[in-house]
């Protein structure tokens, strides 16, 4: 791979990763804004609550397959010089999704994308963190903590398959996931996170009342 095509490849996965679907959703579809309703973010999980579980779930399809096409960007050129280049245009693709230059370099919290680098790169991986994604939501009933411990376990896991580009990449985007959650990790220690409609902690609180 040439020079050129390295930084064709690095700007077309951006923008491919840029597509803002939630926020599209949500204008084209619900005439809302998600940029100022609900956490004003465009991910999958503010888009369940403000537009509902049809549009949330159509977000994170889209969403992570943007992380897939985006890391597969590289080999429209041909095969890369090492397979750990993919990570570089994964990277790309989710620095897009969060700073989206569609709507003022504002985006998600890079959960979905990530899972769509994964499917690229690490496919039985991928695998392994949609299942421990979803026991924590149903363990939880929270997203924002299956996110951040979804994403601290996927990083120990990759600990075991002695690939250290994608450990180190997978240390970096935990310890910013984290950071973007700042807003979540607050509210669940006041009680006051949201809770998806089904799981262990959700059917606990509604038999009580």
Known sequence: MSTLHFILSFVFAYLLG?????YVLG???YHK???IEGSGNIGTTNTFRVLGPTAGFLTFVLDSLKGTAATLMGVIWGPLPVHWW???FGLAGIIGHTFSIWIGFRG???VATSFGMLIAYAPVLSLEALLIFLTLIFLTSMVSVASIFGFILVTILT???GD??????????TIFVVY???????????GKESLVPFGLVYWSQHKRK
């Open 159 to 161: 600990l075991f398959m």
């Open 86 to 88: 993919l990570l570089i």
């Open 108 to 110: 998600g919290k890079a």
């Open 33 to 35: 804004n998600l940029l």
């Open 164 to 173: 250290w580009f994608l450990f180190g990449l997978a240390l970096i985007l």
């Open 18 to 22: 840029s597509i803002p679907f939630g």
């Open 27 to 29: 204008r084209v579809f």
């Open 180 to 190: 973007r959650h700042r807003g979540n990790i607050k509210r669940i220690r006041r």
